[in-house]
C-alpha cells in the first residue's frame, strides 16, 4: 500500500514540477515500471525478504552451527568475493548486481549472519575491537578504491564502497554489532523519554526512507544556502551534517503525517 501511495507522489511530482512528459502509452508504462522496481528497489526486496522469512526460520531453529557457518560462507563467496573476483579480472562490476532476486539472497543472508553474530562468542567481543573493525575496514576499503582509480582504464564504480564489498562488509558487521552492545548495555538506564522517541524514530524508518528524496529536493531550491554552506566547508563535516539535517526534517514529516488517520497507513 505504501508502495504504490508513494509512486503515485513521486509520479505527480515529475509530472507537474518537472514537467515530466510522455509520448505514448508504452512510455508511461515503461516509466511505472522503472518507478515501481528502481526508484523504490528497497520495497520489493522487503516483499521478498518477508515471504522468506518462514523459511530462514525453519533453517535457524534446526540447522546446527556447523551447517549455518557452511551456508553463510558459501553466502559470502557468491555474494562478496565473486563480485570481487569479476571486478579484478573484468575491471567492472557483475552484471546481475542489481536484480531484485540477487538483492534479496543478498540481504536474506544477514538474518543468518545477524542470528550468528549475537548467540556466538562475536557477541562477547568488546566495543573497541569492533570500531577497529570499522577503522581497518575504511582503510582497505579506500586502498581498493585507490588501486581501482590506477589500474582500471575505464570509470569508477564505487564497488568498494558497496555494503556488500569485502573491504565494507567487515565495517557493515561491526556497526551492527557496536548498536547491538550499545542497546544491550542502555536498554535498563535509558530515559522513558528517549526510549519512546526511539521507538517513534524506528517506527518512522520506511516513511522517512519514502520522504527524504522529496525533503532533499526542498532544500535544495527552497534552502539553497544550505547546500552552499555545507558544499564549502570539509566533506568530513559536510556529509555527515546533511545526512543528520535531511533525516531530522523526514522524521518531523513523517511524524506530523502519522497523526494523520487516513495518512499514517501510507507511512
Same mark, same amino acid.
Given at each position: 500500500?505504501?508502495?504504490?501511495?508513494?509512486?503515485?507522489?513521486?509520479?505527480?511530482?515529475?509530472?507537474? =514540477?518537472?514537467?515530466?512528459?510522455?509520448?505514448?502509452?508504452?512510455?508511461?508504462?515503461?516509466?511505472?515500471?522503472?518507478?515501481?522496481?528502481?526508484?523504490?528497489?528497497?520495497? &520489493?526486496?522487503?516483499?521478498?525478504?518477508?515471504?522468506?522469512?518462514?523459511?530462514?526460520?525453519?533453517?535457524?531453529?534446526?540447522?546446527?552451527?556447523?551447517?549455518?557457518?557452511?551456508? #553463510?560462507?558459501?553466502?559470502?563467496?557468491?555474494?562478496?568475493?565473486?563480485?570481487?573476483?569479476?571486478?579484478?579480472?573484468?575491471?567492472?562490476?557483475?552484471? #546481475?548486481?542489481?536484480?531484485?532476486?540477487?538483492?534479496?539472497?543478498?540481504?536474506?543472508?544477514?538474518?543468518?549472519?545477524?542470528?550468528? #553474530?549475537?548467540?556466538?562468542?562475536?557477541?562477547?567481543?568488546?566495543?573497541?575491537?569492533?570500531?577497529?573493525?570499522?577503522?581497518?575496514?575504511?582503510?582497505?576499503?579506500?586502498?581498493?578504491?585507490?588501486?581501482?582509480?590506477? =589500474?582500471?582504464?575505464?570509470?569508477?564504480?564505487?564497488?568498494?564502497?558497496?555494503?556488500?564489498?569485502?573491504?565494507?562488509?567487515?565495517?557493515?558487521?561491526?556497526?551492527?554489532?557496536?548498536?547491538?552492545?550499545?542497546?544491550?548495555?542502555?536498554?535498563?538506564?535509558?530515559?522513558?523519554? #528517549?526510549?519512546?522517541?526511539?521507538?517513534?524514530?524506528?517506527?518512522?524508518?520506511?516513511?522517512?526512507?519514502?520522504?527524504?528524496?522529496?525533503?532533499?529536493?526542498?532544500?535544495?531550491?527552497?534552502?539553497?544556502?544550505?547546500?552552499?554552506?555545507?558544499?564549502?566547508?570539509? &566533506?568530513?563535516?559536510?556529509?555527515?551534517?546533511?545526512?543528520?539535517?535531511?533525516?531530522?526534517?523526514?522524521?518531523?514529516?513523517?511524524?506530523?503525517?502519522?497523526?494523520?488517520?487516513?495518512?499514517?497507513?501510507?507511512?
Amino acid at each position: 500500500m505504501p508502495w504504490v501511495f508513494w509512486i503515485g507522489v513521486y509520479s505527480c511530482i515529475d509530472v507537474f =514540477f518537472n514537467h515530466m512528459k510522455f509520448g505514448s502509452v508504452y512510455d508511461f508504462l515503461q516509466y511505472n515500471y522503472q518507478m515501481f522496481f528502481s526508484r523504490f528497489w528497497f520495497l &520489493p526486496m522487503v516483499a521478498v525478504l518477508y515471504l522468506m522469512t518462514p523459511i530462514v526460520k525453519i533453517v535457524q531453529k534446526y540447522a546446527s552451527k556447523r551447517d549455518l557457518i557452511y551456508a #553463510l560462507s558459501l553466502w559470502f563467496f557468491a555474494f562478496s568475493l565473486m563480485p570481487f573476483f569479476y571486478l579484478l579480472f573484468s575491471h567492472r562490476q557483475q552484471p #546481475l548486481d542489481s536484480s531484485l532476486l540477487r538483492l534479496s539472497f543478498q540481504h536474506v543472508g544477514l538474518y543468518l549472519l545477524g542470528y550468528m #553474530l549475537v548467540t556466538g562468542f562475536l557477541h562477547k567481543v568488546r566495543l573497541r575491537s569492533w570500531g577497529i573493525v570499522i577503522i581497518l575496514s575504511l582503510i582497505l576499503s579506500y586502498f581498493g578504491l585507490s588501486f581501482q582509480a590506477l =589500474f582500471n582504464r575505464g570509470p569508477i564504480d564505487g564497488f568498494f564502497l558497496l555494503a556488500f564489498s569485502p573491504t565494507m562488509l567487515p565495517s557493515v558487521l561491526a556497526i551492527f554489532m557496536i548498536l547491538f552492545l550499545l542497546a544491550k548495555k542502555w536498554d535498563k538506564t535509558i530515559s522513558p523519554g #528517549l526510549r519512546a522517541l526511539f521507538r517513534e524514530m524506528s517506527e518512522a524508518a520506511l516513511g522517512i526512507y519514502l520522504i527524504h528524496e522529496i525533503v532533499m529536493q526542498v532544500v535544495r531550491f527552497s534552502f539553497p544556502g544550505v547546500d552552499t554552506y555545507l558544499y564549502s566547508i570539509s &566533506p568530513f563535516l559536510s556529509i555527515p551534517l546533511r545526512t543528520t539535517l535531511i533525516f531530522l526534517l523526514a522524521f518531523v514529516v513523517i511524524f506530523l503525517i502519522r497523526r494523520v488517520p487516513f495518512l499514517k497507513y501510507f507511512v
